[in-house]
C-alpha cells in the first residue's frame, strides 16, 4: 500500500516529525554508502527513479480508487539498499511537489516506501541461490510489498494511539475504537493483497524479459555486475 | 495521474501569470510556511480562509479548475481512512482533517504549476548530498522520456492485439513491456550523464537560474502571506468547541 | 483499384498544449491495392493523421472511415487487417527475441501453434531475416531491428500497411531493399500502403499517389508523384525538394 | 587547413556482449577548418568513432587525439571548443523548455545573462526556430527536437562540430538549411565538421573529404567525395548507393 500516499496534516505532528529526522538520516547514511559513485550510476538510478514514477502514472484499475504499481521491488534488486533508499527518497520529493503526498510527510512516505525497496536486495540475495532468479524477484518483490504496508498500517495506528484525545472522544467506548479498527483493516486488508499479487506479477515478468535478454543486470548473473562498468563497490556484500 | 504530470509541468514552464514571474524562492517560502502553519491550526475558521487564498492563487495563476479538483479531492480519501479509524461523532474535527491537507496540496499545486523545475529543485537540492541533488533532477527528466516511452509502448500493445486475455497472460506481457522500458532506461541514463558532461555540467547539477531573484510580483507572494497570517490570528477562535 | 479502403476528412486534433492540426482541404483517400505516400515539412501532422487512421486518437472533429468503421471506436474489428510500423520501430519490439516478438499478434489472436509457426517463417522470409529467428532483438542493429517490426506487421498478411517514416536511419542499401519488399507486397498481395517519409527519392519508385501537407495540416495536394514534383510552387511552399531527377527532368523539359 | 584537430589511429573497441569494432585500415585525420563526412552502412561502427573523438569511449587499444589531447581523459580542457549533435537527439535535450535547454551550456559556463540571451537569441535564429522559443521540448515532433539539439550545440561557436546523422527524420527543406548553415559556419568561422550520415546526396555540397568505413569498422577509404563516389566497386561493397547526380555522371563518362 506504500502507493497511498500519505497527505499534510493528518497524522500528529510527533510522527511525521520523526518521520522527517529518520528520513533525513537515511538520506545521509545512504550518501555515506554511496559516496565517490561514478556519474553513470547516478543516471542509472535516476532513470530507475524515473521509472517509478512513470510507472506509478499508469492506473490499473482493480478497485473503486486506482491502484497504482510502484516497482519498488525490482528497483531495490537492481539498485541495493543504499541506492534504493535515495531512489525512494527522491521519488517520494518529487511526488510531493506534484501534490500527491504531502510536504511534511515526505520522510514517512520515503521511509514507508524506502524500507520495502531497501529490503528487497538482501531477500532477493537469499532467495536467489534456491530457485531461478525471476522467482525469486517475484517472491522478494512480495515480500518488501507486505513489509511497505505492514510499515504503512503500523505508521497509522501508531498515530491513532498518539493523537490527542478530546473530551468527545472519552464518551466512546472502547470496544467501539477495535470495531474502527477491524473496520479499518478489513477494508485494507483485501486491497493490500491484490497490490501485492499484482506488483509480483508484474516483477515476474519483468524478471523473466531481464533474465532472458541482459542477465547481467540481475545481481548474481552472468557478469555478475548490476550496474554500469563504473559501478560502486556500495552496499554489496 | 498520467496527464496530471505532464500538464503541469507543462503549465509551469509555459504559464504567463504574475504567479510564473514571482520568484521561486518567495513561493517556496510561502508555501511551506502556509502547509506549516494550516497542519498546526486546530480550528476551521482559519482553515477556509486558507483554502479559499490557495484555490485563489490557484485559479489566478490560470491552471485549470479540473486541476485544482483534482488536487483538492486526491488526499481525501486518505483522510477518510483516517476518520474510519477516529471516528468520533464531531463535524469540527471531520472539518479540520479534511481540511487541512486540502489546502495542503492545492498550495501545493500552486506552487509546482507556476514554478519550472529547475527552479524549485535548485534550493532543495542544495540542502541534500550530491548524489541525490543530481538524481532529483536526472529523475524528473527521466520521467518524461519514459512517459513517452510508455505511451509509445501502450500503443504497441494495442495496435499488435495485446489488451485482452487471461489476467495471467496480461501479467506477463506487462512485464515483459516493462522489460523493455528498463532495459531502454538503462541504456540511455548511460548516454545521459555523457551528455550533460558534453554540455558543460562538472560534478553538480546547478539550477543555475534565477530562484533566488526577487521581482515586483514577489508583492503578490507577500500579500498572500499576509492573507494568511491575517486570518490565523484573527479568526483562531472559530470553529473552537 | 476503386473501392476507398481509408477515407479521413477535415480531422482537427488539438494536443493538451493546444497545438492545433487540422487535416482539411483535401479528403485523404486509399483505395484498395493503392501505394500512397504522404509528404510534408516537420511537425506538419504526417504522424497525427496516421494515429487516426491506427484509432489511436479519435478525431475531435471530422470523420475517419478505415475498412467502413471508425477506427477509434472500433479498432479491433480491423486490427488483424492492418499491419503497423511506426516511427521509433524499435519501440515496437516487445518480446525478447525475434521469433516471440513476430509471433505476438498471432498468439494473442489466439492462433493455434502449428498456424503461428507457419506465419512467423513465412513472414521472416518475407522480410528476408529467416536467420535471425532465434536471436535476441534487443542486440540486433538498427536496420535489422526495422526489419524484425516490419515482419511483426506483415505476420498477419494485412490488407494495409501504415508505416511511419519506414526509412530513417537505414543505410540506403537497406531502403532500397525495403521499398522493393514493400512493391512486391502489394504487386502479389494486393497490399495497400500509406507511407509517410521525407525521402523524396523513394517517392517515384514507391508511390501510385502522393498527398502533400503543410505546416497545421492543410491537405495541399494530390496526385502522382510525377504531376506532385513538377509542381515547383507547391514543392517551396511545403519544404519539400524535388527529387534530383526529377529536377532534371523539368530542366529538360523547359529547355525544350 | 593543415594543422591536424582529430587524430584516431587504430582505435579498438569491443562491447559487452562481445561485438568488436576496429577502426582500422586508415588513420581518420581531421585538419582545421575540414568539412569530413564518415559514411558506412548500418552498424559499421560510425558511432562508434565518434563516441572516441568525444571522450565517451576510452579507446581499448590505438589512440586517440582532438586538439592535441585524449579526449577519454581530459575532455573538460576542450569541451568549450567542440558542439555535438548525437544520434538520438532526444537524449540530448536536458531542461523543460527550449530556451532553457539552448542555454545550457552556457550557463554552466558562467556567461551572464544577458551574454546569455543573446547567445541563445543567436543560435535559435541560425537554426531557424525562434518561433518555437517558449515550447516544452518533450512536446515537440522529432524533427523539431533535432533543431533544438542542433541549436543547443552551436551556442557556444565551438570550432569543431561533431554530427551523428543530423539529417535523420528532417524534411528536405531543413536538411539543406543544415546544410548550408553548416557550410556557412565553415566559411565564416573556419568551423571543422565532422558528420556522420546516411543521406548521400548531402555529401557532395557537405564534405571536402569522405571517409568510408565497411562493417567491423574497417577504413576502407578516403578521399574528396567526388572521388569516392566514382569507385563502384567500393560502394558496392559498403552498401553505399552513389548520388543520383553521380551515377548520371558515371554514365556520361562511361559512355563517352
Ligand atoms: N504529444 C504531443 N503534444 C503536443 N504537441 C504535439 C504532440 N505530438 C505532436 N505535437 C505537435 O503536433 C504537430 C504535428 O505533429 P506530428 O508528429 O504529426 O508531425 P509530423 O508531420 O509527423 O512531423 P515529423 O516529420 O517531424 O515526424 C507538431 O507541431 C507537434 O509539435
Ligand atoms: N551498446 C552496445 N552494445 C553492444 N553492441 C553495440 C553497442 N553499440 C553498438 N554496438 C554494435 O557495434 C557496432 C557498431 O555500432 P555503431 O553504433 O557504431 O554503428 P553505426 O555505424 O553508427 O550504425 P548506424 O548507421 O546504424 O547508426 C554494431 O554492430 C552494433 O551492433
Ligand atoms: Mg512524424
Ligand atoms: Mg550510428
Known amino acids: 500500500m506504500s502507493h497511498l500516499h500519505i497527505p499534510d496534516g493528518v497524522l500528529p505532528p510527533l510522527v511525521w516529525i520523526a518521520g522527517l529526522l529518520l528520513a533525513l538520516i537515511g538520506v545521509l547514511v545512504s550518501a555515506a554508502f554511496t559516496r565517490g559513485v561514478g556519474p553513470q550510476r547516478i543516471a542509472f538510478q535516476s532513470a530507475l527513479g524515473g521509472l517509478m514514477l512513470a ?65 528487497a536486495a538482501p531477500v532477493y540475495r537469499l532467495l536467489a541461490s534456491r530457485m531461478k532468479r525471476p522467482q525469486a524477484v517475484a517472491l522478494a518483490t512480495a515480500f518488501s510489498q507486505l513489509l511497505s504496508s505492514v510499515l504503512w498500517i503500523a505508521v497509522l495506528a501508531l498515530s491513532v494511539k498518539l493523537s490527542p484525545t478530546t473530551a468527545a472522544d472519552e464518551e466512546v467506548h472502547h470496544t467501539l475504537r477495535w470495531l474502527q479498527g477491524g473496520a479499518l483493516v478489513a477494508l485494507l486488508a483485501p486491497l493490500l493483497l491484490v497490490a501485492v499479487a499484482v506488483e509480483s506479477l508484474l516483477a515476474l515478468g519483468l524478471a523473466t524479459f531481464l533474465d532472458r535478454v541482459r542477465p547481467d543486470l540481475l545481481p548474481g548473473g552472468a557478469s555478475g555486475a548490476a550496474v554500469p562498468p563504473d559501478e560502486s563497490p556500495e552496499s554489496r556484500p | 495521474m498520467i496527464n496530471t504530470f505532464a500538464q503541469i509541468d507543462q503549465y509551469a514552464s509555459a504559464g504567463h501569470t504574475a504567479w510564473h514571474r514571482a520568484s521561486a524562492l518567495s513561493k517556496l517560502l510561502f508555501t511551506l510556511v502556509t502547509i506549516g502553519v494550516a497542519v498546526f491550526t486546530p480550528t476551521w475558521g482559519p482553515l477556509v480562509v486558507f483554502l479559499a487564498v490557495a484555490v485563489l492563487l490557484a485559479l489566478t495563476a490560470r491552471l485549470p479548475f479540473k486541476l485544482v479538483l483534482l488536487a483538492a479531492t486526491t488526499p481525501l ?32 499545486l500552486w506552487l509546482v504549476g507556476t514554478t519550472p523545475y529547475p527552479d524549485l529543485f535548485a534550493p532543495i537540492s542544495r540542502v541534500l548530498p550530491r548524489v541525490v541533488g543530481d538524481s532529483l533532477f536526472l529523475t524528473y527528466r527521466a520521467v518524461f ?44 541514463s548511460q548516454r545521459l550523464y555523457q551528455v550533460m558532461h558534453l554540455r558543460g555540467h562538472s560534478g553538480r547539477i546547478c539550477g543555475c537560474r534565477h530562484w533566488r531573484d526577487l521581482r515586483a510580483e514577489d508583492v503578490w507572494v507577500v500579500v498572500a502571506f499576509a492573507a494568511v497570517l491575517a486570518s490565523r490570528i484573527l479568526l483562531r477562535e472559530v470553529g473552537r468547541p | 483499384m476503386s473501392e476507398p479502403i481509408v477515407h479521413v476528412s477535415c480531422v482537427r486534433h488539438t494536443y493538451p498544449d493546444r497545438t492545433s492540426v487540422h487535416l482539411c482541404g483535401l479528403d485523404f483517400v486509399v483505395e484498395k491495392g493503392q501505394r ?24 475531435q472533429e471530422g470523420d475517419v472511415q478505415v475498412f467502413g468503421v471508425d477506427p477509434a471506436k472500433h479498432f479491433s474489428k480491423i486490427r488483424e487487417r492492418v499491419g503497423v510500423l511506426l516511427q ?138 510525377a504531376e506532385i514534383f513538377r509542381d515547383v510552387e507547391l514543392l517551396k511552399r511545403t519544404n519539400i525538394e524535388a527529387p534530383v531527377l526529377a529536377e532534371l527532368f523539368q530542366c529538360s523539359s523547359r529547355a525544350a
Not at chain 1, 75 to 96: R, W
Open chain 2, 77 to 108: 480519501f486518505f483522510a477518510a481512512l483516517w476518520l474510519v479509524s477516529r471516528w468520533n461523532g464531531r463535524l469540527d474535527e471531520i472539518a479540520v482533517t479534511a481540511l487541512r491537507p486540502v489546502v495542503a496540496s492545492v498550495v501545493a
Open chain 3, 88 to 225: 521509433n520501430a524499435d519501440e515496437q519490439i516487445i518480446a525478447p527475441t525475434v521469433y516471440d516478438d513476430v509471433s505476438f499478434s498471432p498468439r494473442n489472436y489466439g492462433y493455434t501453434d502449428a498456424e503461428v509457426g507457419e506465419k512467423v517463417s513465412v513472414a521472416l522470409r518475407k522480410v528476408g531475416i529467416e536467420h535471425l529467428a532465434h536471436k535476441v532483438c534487443h542486440y540486433l542493429s538498427g536496420g535489422e531491428k526495422r526489419k524484425v517490426a516490419l515482419a511483426g506487421a506483415l505476420v498477419l498478411e494485412p490488407e494495409l500497411l501504415v508505416l511511419d517514416e519506414p526509412f530513417e536511419g537505414l543505410d540506403p542499401s537497406s531502403r532500397n531493399d525495403i521499398v522493393d519488399l514493400l512493391n512486391r507486397l502489394n504487386r502479389e498481395h494486393g497490399v495497400s500502403l500509406v507511407v509517410a517519409t521525407h525521402d523524396v527519392q523513394l517517392v517515384q519508385p514507391l508511390a501510385d499517389k502522393v498527398y502533400v501537407l503543410k505546416r497545421g495540416g492543410e491537405i495541399l495536394a494530390q496526385g502522382p508523384p
Open chain 1, 55 to 119: 510507472v506509478m502514472a499508469i492506473p490499473v484499475p482493480i478497485t473503486a480508487f486506482d491502484y497504482c504499481m510502484t516497482l519498488a521491488g525490482p528497483v531495490g534488486i537492481l539498485l541495493g539498499p543504499a541506492s534504493a533508499f535515495q531512489v525512494s527518497f527522491v521519488v517520494t520529493v518529487i511526488l510531493a511537489l506534484m501534490g500527491q503526498g504531502g510536504f511534511t510527510v515526505i520522510g514517512l512516505n520515503a521511509l514507508v516506501l524506502g524500507i520495502g525497496s531497501m529490503t
Open chain 2, 145 to 188: 522520456v519514459l512517459l513517452q516511452r510508455l505511451e509509445r509502448l501502450w500503443r504497441a500493445l494495442f495496435l499488435r492485439g495485446a489488451l485482452g486475455g487471461s489476467l495471467r497472460r496480461r501479467g506477463e506481457r506487462m512485464g515483459e513491456a516493462v522489460g523493455t522500458v528498463v532495459l531502454h532506461g538503462f541504456e540511455r
Open chain 3, 36 to 59: 500512397v505516400v504522404i509528404l510534408g515539412p516537420n511537425g506538419c501532422g504526417k504522424s497525427t493523421l496516421l494515429y487516426h487512421i491506427l484509432g489511436l486518437l479519435a478525431p
